[in-house]
Structure formats: structure tokens, C-alpha cells
């Protein structure tokens, strides 16, 4: 997928696109987690090295959120009326700093509505290390598009 494909039409269902890669410094790390995850291992090296993780990991929503901000939304931010739902939300491995992750989007269904102006789509988003392709985390979110 290119950028100037920015309309969910021109991918199948079921077809998997890698959406874009992202890599989370330390600071960048520690700074989202103050605001939104307080936790020592996402906040504190120190506690991190004494924690299940070893070191410092990043917060579970960080990766979506940076990925849905500076990937999705440009290419089909255009067409959203709505989110529906956030569902299935798996938090497989940690994220450490400076780690490549991957982000690959599905379309599960497309489902034009009654009105004929809008279509409501099942997305599926998967989080894997870039250099070992193994799952980190996934989700599955509804949202409500114009035609």
C-alpha cells in the first residue's frame, strides 16, 4: 500500500497490508506512561530491571496509538463518521525501547448500512517484532465509515 491509497475500497477483505513500523525510545517511553500508565516497569529503569520484563517496556496501548495517529488516520481517517468498538484486545509480548514493530491491518467485513451512505468495518490490527515477525499484540475495532 502506498500513501496516496487512502480509501479502505482498495483493499480486499481478509487481505493483510503492512500499515507502517515504529520504534519507542526510552524517553519516549517513560513520558506516555507518566501520563497514562504509571507503572514502575513503564516509568522507573531502576524498578523495570527488578520486574517480571527485565527492563523497561513500553505501555500496551503505546504502539497502537502512535501506529492508529500516524498510520491509519491519514489513510482512512477521511471516510471515519465513528468508532464503534475496541474488541479483543491481546497484550502478547513486551515492547522495549529502540525495538522495530510492525503494524499489519486486515479488513474482516465490510457490511454497507440500511441507509446506503455508510458502511460499518470489522479492522483487525496485528503488532509483531519486526525482525522476528512474532505476534506482540493484536486487536480487532469496528468502526462507522462513509461511502
Not at 4 to 23: D, H, N, P, R
Not at 50 to 73: E, T
Not at 102 to 115: A, G, P
Not at 135 to 147: A, E, K, P, S
Request: hydrophobic content about 40%.
Amino acid at each position: 500500500m502506498t500513501k496516496t491509497e487512502t480509501s479502505y475500497q482498495t483493499l480486499e477483505i481478509g487481505q493483510a497490508v503492512l500499515l507502517g513500523k515504529q520504534s519507542l525510545t526510552e524517553s519516549e517511553i517513560i513520558e506516555y506512561a507518566k501520563m497514562f500508565d504509571p507503572l514502575d516497569f513503564h516509568i522507573d529503569k531502576e524498578a523495570a530491571k527488578r520486574s517480571l520484563f527485565g527492563r523497561l517496556i513500553a505501555s500496551g496501548p503505546h504502539i497502537f496509538q502512535l501506529m492508529h495517529r500516524n498510520f491509519w488516520i491519514p489513510r482512512f481517517g477521511s471516510s471515519v463518521i465513528a468508532g464503534l468498538e475496541v474488541n479483543n484486545w491481546k497484550f502478547l509480548k513486551p515492547v522495549y525501547p529502540n525495538q522495530e514493530i510492525e503494524c499489519y491491518i486486515t479488513i474482516l467485513s465490510k457490511k454497507v448500512n440500511s441507509d446506503s451512505k455508510t458502511v460499518t468495518i470489522k479492522w483487525f490490527y496485528e503488532f509483531k517484532y519486526a525482525q522476528s515477525k512474532e505476534l506482540v499484540q493484536c486487536l480487532d475495532m469496528t468502526v462507522l465509515h462513509r461511502l
